[in-house]
């Protein structure tokens, strides 16, 4: 007997078994821990703290979040 044209279309069973697996490898990629490359540590001089209270510094992590913040 010859198939009928229904056989060669995802069927519901399928198509959330699938998504139920794609999920699950989602889900175990993202617990996993990522492989990094070991960075070279950055020898920051420490700053003396100011006389007369204060202390703020326009550091490049201060820079990066400004430049964020533009429109």
């Known amino acids: 007997m010859s198939r009928s044209n229904t056989d060669h279309k995802l069927s519901r069973r399928v ?3 699938g998504a139920g697996t794609a999920g ?3 889900a175990v ?3 996993l821990p990522a492989v990094r490359q070991p960075q070279a ?3 920051e001089t420490p700053r003396q703290p100011p006389e007369r209270g204060g202390g703020y510094v ?3 992590h201060v820079k990066q979040y400004y ?3 533009r429109l």
């Open 58 to 60: 326009l550091s490049e």
């Open 67 to 69: 430049k964020t913040t």
């Open 15 to 17: 198509l959330f078994a």
């Open 41 to 43: 540590a950055v020898a």
């Open 24 to 26: 699950a490898v989602a």
């Open 29 to 31: 990629a993202a617990v």
